[in-house]
């Protein structure tokens, strides 16, 4: 019997159904081991020697791996086939060498791009050993991730309070958000006018043409500039004879895309389907890995984390035959089309993405898979099958008219297409761009012209002459940032979702509509990182590693010497900023973020001159949380504002940062006034420390504030009547976690806020009642799914949804999943590393070690930037050597500065109800 390691208990399960009784796979459940979150890990100065550890969790199987390998006649390293997968096996094969559980049995190395019977038996006829290339390309770049996190990472948490981590390559994607944002906030807009004729033809069919031209001047997109010259080419248009000068009717074809690779189907994936980055990984991992179709488990799709656009000859003559059986033989070209591989690393060009069987259609499968599996399913089935099919013809067709109005003349354009075969388009049509809506099948890309012939005239039926104003670049989506890092050279295929995640996990970026807006903490630290380690979130410096990883990876480079060049110079900068003072970080912070920390006031005043005292110059502080705006002159004068906070750009009298007069209280004829203090914007009642104050709730603008929703907030709580069985009063209010309503000392949730100042009696005493019910009934939530059983706590793991959101639960733990996580997508090995952790923090269980957790699924990216966390560091005595990452006890605390000295409270008229808070685990 041969024993068989694969990552996943999917693809043990599936595969030893492939290979028989001769054979036993068993499954390391991802990487086995991993470098301690700790100091020491690497070290430079020994040659830079790693020192490794293996999980507690991975110990058990570890044991049952080497267990199985006594009785075992040989070692079949079958993990998947890119360089971590590589780097899997070798961990595997280093753990049972140095538990002498190997001996002199043979170890062989084997491959498949997919997860079908044909693909496993094929690759179990052709092993190999490990690509020991491969390994030391892992080994330099996992090093380098480590030494740049642990030593980037305690620089900002001295220098930079708030700040959590730095890395190699999250950085630098960060620098990429960051600099958009700047862009659009250094933009200033420029006028411009369309003009365009609705005309008609002898046969009274209408077609619309635009002005190219005006007395002999080309005109470009921003010629007519202002509304006078609009009106004056308008009037002349208006009253102009039309001709017809010429007809140009142009056959074009146009031919298929390439299959995917990783980043073009998360753009893919983001424009048609509106998946994130993560979310198209984990869907398309359950793909791969083999979904039960009627009684058999099969692959769907090829190995997904690709650079490559190549597919297999018989895959191709497979989707031919699929084409013309689908299609019709029209649609199927003369010759196979052949995609050239962009990657720069030939032992990392896999097969593009594509459907193990063409056969199998995705109406085929539909009733087997779940939603989001069947669409991206069918998206990579179209899109494969696209790629092999004919070119689509199109005529495309240019009017040119001449308009005369006396000795004035000018040259009008029309444009339209024609599809005359659609070939390829019947399968597939690209996304015009990363966020935009994808054209529908019987879309073309312009109008359609009605038959003009050169030489006739044309009656006018409207002149149109139309305002436009340039616009800023777009924010980067997440498919966007992914094809900009791509362009770039930045990261790897399997790195980009893990990087995005790893930036909204910190807070760094904000994904708001399917738009990447960096936070004020994101802004921090990409200017800090860019005054004083520029060279190191430089983006030619960031891709020229990647190509030397890539070329360790082909044998061509040593990776010692790699990390040797890259340490010396880096290591003497860290030591450089030593010296660095605060007051020198905070000179070149107020430069590079004057736009968002000091905007621009439109009377033009000095933008830095202190709106409370009109003597001190506003200036960036550094507080135990972060950043935020202060005044010179403290603590004579307490101003202070949050850092990204512009009442002014938002308040409707555009004036300063000056308290705004919303009207006079009539009960106490105290003024009300809107001001923004360190926390945001807030609303209050008369002066001084006793004046009543309330942070506007979420979701409230600021430009909507006027003096009737001010006293709304500050009436709080409200009164909504005595409860009829108690004769107590209920009140409703907004506390820290959100509306509610309290009666009697028990609180129970409102679902707007909204509902605090219109709730009614008679629904406040139905709430109280459900709230009481639910609480006196209340038992385990039933579960959503059931992922499987837990190798140590014991027990099915269970996705379940409780009164604080999704969890998952083994025995007694429970664990949240984060915010982000949608509990449809939570993996075996996702939920496990969640349960240890929580286990970890309550002692319910021996603690596994953190390390190992971090990367125990291999449905996560390939350890790009592994997160580096200050909360440990925040509580070391020394933070240029961090202790092992904890997870921060109070995540939004970590958030706010420190409260200053005059800073409004958050709205907490009535003591917030502890029962409603949320905890860490349900």
Not at 788 to 795: A, L
Request: proline fraction near 7%.
């Amino acid at each position: 019997m041969d024993l068989v390691i694969v990552e996943s208990p999917a693809k043990a399960k599936t595969i030893n159904k492939y290979l028989g009784s001769n054979f036993k796979v068993l499954a390391s459940y991802g990487h086995v081991r991993d470098l301690p979150a700790k100091d020491g890990s690497v070290l430079p100065d020994d040659d830079f020697s790693m020192s490794w550890e293996v999980a507690k969790l991975s110990q058990k199987r570890l044991s049952e791996i080497a267990d199985a390998m006594k009785s075992a006649d040989a070692l079949v390293l079958a993990t998947d086939p890119d360089r971590e997968g590589e780097a899997i096996s070798w961990h595997v094969l280093e753990v049972l060498r140095q538990k002498k559980a190997i001996g002199k049995k043979p170890v062989s190395r084997v491959v498949f791009n997919a997860i079908t019977k044909s693909a496993v038996l094929d690759a179990m006829a052709n092993p190999r050993q490990i690509d020991v290339p491969l390994v030391d390309a892992y080994l330099a770049r996992r090093a380098l991730d480590y030494l740049v996190g642990f030593t980037l990472s305690p620089v900002l948490w001295r220098k930079l309070p708030g700040a959590r981590s730095a890395g190699r390559v999250q950085s630098v994607a960060l620098r990429l958000v960051c600099e958009r944002e700047s862009e659009i906030e250094r933009f200033k807009p420029q006028e411009y006018w369309n003009i365009s004729a609705r005309l008609a033809t002898p046969r009274q069919e209408e077609f619309t043409a635009r002005l190219t031209g005006f007395a002999g001047d080309k005109l470009q997109r921003l010629s007519v500039a202002n509304g006078d010259r609009a009106g004056a080419i308008r009037t002349m248009l208006e009253d102009a004879l039309y001709r017809v000068a010429s007809v140009e009717a142009k056959p074009t074809k146009r031919n298929p895309g390439p299959p995917f690779t990783t980043s073009t189907l998360q753009q893919a994936a983001s424009a048609k389907l509106g998946f994130s980055a993560s979310r198209t990984m984990q869907v398309a991992q359950k793909l791969y890995e083999g979904m039960d179709l009627g009684g058999e488990t099969v692959g769907l799709i090829t190995y997904m984390r690709t650079d490559g656009v190549q597919i297999a000859p018989e895959a191709i003559t497979d989707a031919r035959t699929a084409i013309g059986d689908t299609f019709g033989p029209r649609y199927v070209p003369d010759k196979p089309r052949v995609y050239t591989s962009k990657a720069k690393n030939a032992q990392e060009a896999h097969e593009a993405i594509r459907p193990t069987s063409f056969a199998r259609h995705p109406k085929d499968v539909e009733a087997y898979l779940d939603r989001d599996q069947a669409r991206l399913y069918e998206l990579i089935w179209k899109r494969t099958i696209a790629s092999q099919m004919a070119a689509a013809d199109i005529e495309r067709t240019t009017v040119e008219i001449e308009a005369k109005n006396g000795s004035e003349v000018a040259t009008l354009r029309a444009t339209g297409q024609v599809v005359r075969f659609d070939g390829f388009l019947g399968a597939y049509v690209d996304h015009r761009e990363e966020d935009v809506a994808p054209l529908a099948d019987d879309e073309d890309d312009s109008a359609r012209l009605p038959r003009i012939e050169q030489g006739e005239t044309a009656d006018k039926r409207e002149v149109a002459a139309t305002q436009h104003f340039t616009e800023p670049p777009p924010r980067y989506s997440e498919a966007s940032l992914i094809k900009k890092m791509e362009e770039l050279g930045i990261g790897r295929p399997s790195t980009y979702a893990a990087t995005l995640q790893t930036l909204q996990d910190r807070e760094y970026i904000v994904n708001d509509k399917r738009k990447l807006i960096p936070d004020s903490k994101g802004r921090l630290v990409t200017a800090f990182l860019h005054n004083f380690f520029e060279k190191y979130v430089e983006y030619d410096f960031t891709a020229d590693l990647e190509l030397k990883l890539d070329r360790i990876s082909a044998g061509e480079l040593a990776w010692k010497d790699v990390l040797r060049e890259f340490w010396t110079d880096f290591s003497s900068h860290v030591d450089g900023t030593k010296e660095l003072r605060v007051t020198d970080v905070l000179d070149a912070l107020n430069e590079e973020l004057a736009p968002l920390a000091f905007p621009p006031k439109e009377d033009g005043g000095d933008p830095r001159l202190c709106p409370r005292c009109n003597s001190g110059q506003l200036s960036l502080k550094l507080g135990k949380f972060g950043a935020f705006v202060g005044c010179s002159n403290y603590p004579e004068c307490g101003f202070t504002r949050q850092l990204g906070s512009n009442l002014s750009a938002e308040a409707a009298d555009g004036g300063s940062d000056e308290p705004k007069m919303l009207g006079v209280d009539p009960d106490t004829s105290e003024p009300v006034t809107l001001r923004s203090g360190r926390f945001g914007p807030y609303v209050q009642r008369g002066d001084g420390k006793e004046a009543k104050r309330s942070s506007l709730p979420k979701g409230w603008l600021v430009s909507e504030i006027d003096f009737e929703k001010a006293m709304q907030l500050l009436k709080l709580p409200r009164e909504v009547g005595l409860h009829p069985e108690t004769g107590k009063p209920i009140l409703a209010g907004l506390g820290r976690y959100g509306p509610f309503l309290q009666h009697d000392g028990a609180y129970a949730n409102l679902e707007t806020i909204e509902d605090v100042f219109t709730v009614g009696l008679n629904r406040a005493v139905t709430v109280i009642a459900e709230k009481k019910e639910k609480g006196a009934r209340r038992g385990t939530p039933e579960p959503i799914a059931t992922l499987g059983e837990h190798p140590t706590i014991g027990g099915p793991i269970t996705v379940r949804e409780g009164r604080f959101g999704p969890y998952v639960n083994a025995g007694k733990i429970n664990a949240t999943l984060p915010k982000a996580k949608d509990p449809a997508s939570v993996t075996l090995e996702e939920a496990i590393v969640l349960l240890n952790e929580r286990a970890e923090k309550t002692g319910k269980t021996p603690k596994p070690a953190k390390a190992g957790a971090k990367k125990a699924s291999k449905s996560e990216a390939d350890g790009e930037d592994k997160p580096v966390k200050a909360a440990s560091a925040a509580k070391s005595k020394t933070a240029a050597k961090p202790k092992a990452a904890a997870k921060p006890k109070a995540k939004p605390v970590e958030a706010a500065p420190p409260a200053p000295v005059r800073a409004p409270p958050q709205t907490t008229l009535i003591k917030a109800p502890k029962k409603v808070a949320k905890p860490a685990a349900e």
